[in-house]
């Protein structure tokens, strides 16, 4: 499966950004999707996951009530929507795809990475 993530860019805190991944190669529904972020100097982190339908979903407690994952399995797509951005949530953002959706997912645990989109929010 191959991942590529876009929509990253320059925002001010408190506005708003969308990521999208769009996945080829694979077959997508067999996949929950995940989305993970890594600042400067410290370790990928996750941040969203969605499990293969949709259904399911869960968040770090650091983006819960500002972030939403979504997925359309018609278009092989996974969207971050990121509301009340803050300067902290600067960093790569990568989607990765897991045929598990784990409650609390860790990088090394991820089949497959897509290149990362940077988020850069100014305080």
């Known amino acids: 499966v191959q991942l590529q993530a876009s929509g990253g860019g320059l925002v001010q805190a408190g506005g708003s950004l969308r990521l999208s991944c769009a996945a080829s190669?694979?077959?997508?529904?067999?996949?929950?999707m995940h989305w993970f972020r890594q600042a400067p100097g410290k370790e990928r982190e996750f941040v969203a996951g969605i499990n293969w339908s949709g259904g399911n979903t869960n968040y770090a407690d650091s983006v819960k009530g500002r972030f939403t994952i979504s997925r359309d399995n018609a278009k092989n797509t996974v969207d971050l929507q990121m509301n009340s951005l803050k300067f902290e949530d600067t960093a790569v953002y990568y989607c990765?795809?897991?045929?598990?959706?784990?409650?609390?997912?860790?990088?090394?645990?991820?089949?497959?990475w897509g290149k990362g989109t940077q988020v850069t929010v100014s305080s």
């Open positions: 990765a795809a897991d045929i598990l959706l784990r409650s609390q997912p860790i990088a090394r645990q991820m089949d497959y």
């Open positions: 190669g694979g077959t997508f529904s067999h996949y929950s």
